[in-house]
């Protein structure tokens, strides 16, 4: 079982902004091209296409590593080490084309200077890796106990915000519920509950932000019981917006 680390690489911040820039315009757009979406998956050690087009094509990242797998006649895996890389380098790996448009939201990360070696380090890819597995399998309990009435959408990375969610049926209204390795208005690592509405009922300490509420990385740290403390987290939000 994944366990949430005590403490970050002081490398976080800068390895989690350019694998974000990786997730948008090489997996993403290798998606896009093949067919048409852009959302991603939680994978070993990384984030992941799912597999895509003829050859079952999957692009994905593990540790400082990525990745392309195709099967069938194209059967051939192919490799790149990100550290040193630059995204240019990444993008020819998967064959996408750079210079064309892409809008995945309005969280789309710049492309930046595609020439210029990327800010990874391999042990923050790696903790990051883990964080997004550590939080997939969070949402998987809590999503399997709500049962099929709750409705739940597919879980997805969302690669423009670079956060992994879904989003459940609760009383007359849906909630997000999700797992981010930190952004401008949280630095830290977090999970979060996002109610579609404005309402915030019950325990008012319970919504700390804006959207909601949020468990960050610092609350569970180095915990044994990491793993229940997120759970009974999200399944609180979900409980309040309810009505229980």
């Known amino acids: 079982m994944t366990v949430v680390p005590a403490s970050l690489p002081t490398t976080w911040a800068s390895t989690r902004d350019d694998l974000h820039r990786v997730a948008v315009h090489v997996l993403a757009r290798r998606r896009g091209d093949l067919v048409g979406k852009i959302g ?40 790149l080490r990100l550290d040193g890389a630059t995204l240019a380098e990444a993008a020819a790996l998967v064959e996408v084309d750079l210079t064309q448009p892409l809008d995945a939201g309005a969280d789309t990360p710049a492309l930046g200077d595609v020439d210029a070696p990327l800010a990874i380090d391999p042990l923050a890819a790696t903790a990051l890796g883990s964080w997004f597995e550590f939080g997939w399998s969070v949402l998987d309990e809590v999503v399997a106990g709500l049962g099929a009435g709750a409705t739940p959408s597919v879980v997805q990375l969302w690669p423009e915000h670079f956060d992994a969610a879904v989003d459940v049926a609760v009383g007359d209204g849906r909630v997000n519920l999700g797992i981010s390795p930190g952004d401008a208005g949280h630095p830290d690592p977090y999970l979060y509950v996002g109610p579609w509405g404005s309402e915030r009922p019950g325990d008012a300490a319970y919504w700390n932000a804006p959207f909601g509420a949020v468990l960050a990385h610092p609350a569970i740290a180095g915990s044994t019981a990491a793993r229940t403390t997120a759970v009974s987290f999200v399944r609180r939000g979900v409980d309040l917006v309810g009505g229980h």
Request: proline residues 8%; aromatic residues 2%.
């Open 40 to 79: 991603l998956r939680a994978s070993p050690g990384g984030i992941a296409t799912p597999a895509a087009g003829p050859d079952h094509e999957v692009v994905r990242t593990s540790g400082a590593w990525l990745l392309r797998e195709r099967s069938g006649a194209a059967a051939a895996t192919r490799s």
